[in-house]
């Protein structure tokens, strides 16, 4: 298995408590410990406002800290996931997207998809259009930024998008372009267009979810007379790791301490029940490493892990690392 690692930027009520002033400093140093450690990539989100519920606290903005992390780190590859293709036009983010391929020396990975987080949506005037219409802005969308990055233009008189010529100059420094991640497990318009275009998939990382998923990439493959082999398929998990069970619950009941002020008693319990309903990676190093090992054996081939109280204490990633990374790298 291959290893990601979410940096907190507060979208989860992950930099709570920290001064704003501070937080780019924690999310600095994250980046830096797994720049220096065994991880192969780091990655964000890509939203504006917090979950479950909008607040007040911060939510850095994505490839903001993309091209902050390009020029602060030398060896890990950086990634989102995903990228909303809504929220910029597609000719303008392969541009930015090349630009911090070229700060970071070849090291950017583009995860897509369709987006879904309604409110922000309308908060920031995007409207909220049907699925249909933002899997087509998806589909036209990475047709444009394929273009771009290996032709140095693009042009395209779609149903969503319209470029005539647009220029993306430098080039990516990856030879072929930055590697697309279409995440999502829409099964008939999304994992299509990942076995269309993408170089990586995202999807449910349940084992009979996955397995599921991966058949219906399987035969769209198949239709689209792409190689299913050739497609990296990988999933999201929220960590907590404890030496024993008792540690567990006493991280579970510190997150949960650490976000009831801003959540509220019902919401809380939604957050924190992430954590508890039969999560893989929440457990002892021997329990979350046998479940991820399960995973590996149906075709899991990279895994991003999101670790809520990294922000505060680093001490249940340094377990992760020290036992479970090595006993599936």
């Given at each position: ?287 979350v490493t046998e479940r991820l090992a399960d995973m590996t054996k149906r075709g899991l081939d990279y895994g991003i ?25």
């Open positions: 298995m291959r290893f990601g690692l979410f940096i907190p930027q507060g979208w989860r009520h992950d930099l709570v408590g920290i001064d704003p002033a501070e937080q780019w400093g924690a999310m600095h140093a994250l980046a830096q410990h797994a720049d220096a450690g065994e991880w192969e990539s780091i990655w964000v989100y890509d939203h504006f406002h917090t979950v479950p519920v909008p607040s007040e606290q911060a939510t850095h903005e994505a490839w903001t800290l993309m091209s902050a992390f390009a020029a602060t780190t030398t060896r890990v590859r950086l990634g989102q996931m995903c990228t909303c293709m809504s929220y910029r036009n597609p000719a303008y983010l392969a541009k930015v997207a090349a630009t911090v391929d070229i700060i970071s020396r070849g090291r950017t990975e583009m995860g897509i998809g369709g987006g879904w987080y309604e409110h922000e949506w309308r908060a920031y005037g995007f409207d909220f259009p049907s699925v249909g219409t933002r899997l087509g802005r998806l589909r036209e969308g990475v047709d444009i930024m394929r273009q771009a990055w290996t032709t140095g233009s693009a042009t395209l008189d779609g149903t969503h998008y319209q470029v005539a010529g647009a220029i993306v100059r430098p080039l990516p420094l990856q030879r072929g372009g930055i590697p697309i991640w279409v995440a999502g497990g829409g099964e008939k318009v999304t994992l299509r267009i990942a076995a269309e275009y993408a170089q990586y998939t995202n999807f449910d990382g349940s084992p009979e979810g996955f397995e599921h998923k991966s058949a219906i990439l399987r035969g769209h493959c198949a239709d689209a007379g792409t190689d299913f082999g050739a497609i990296t398929r990988s999933a999201n998990y929220n960590v907590i790791v404890g030496r024993d069970e008792a540690e567990v619950a006493e991280r579970i009941a510190a997150v949960r301490a650490r976000v009831l002020p801003y959540l509220g008693e019902e919401k809380t319990e939604a957050f924190v029940g992430e954590y508890t309903g039969g999560a893989l990676a929440v457990g002892t190093p021997e329990q892990f999101y670790f809520p109280e990294a922000a505060y204490d680093r001490s249940g990633l340094e377990l992760f690392e020290r036992e479970v990374i090595p006993a599936l790298s």
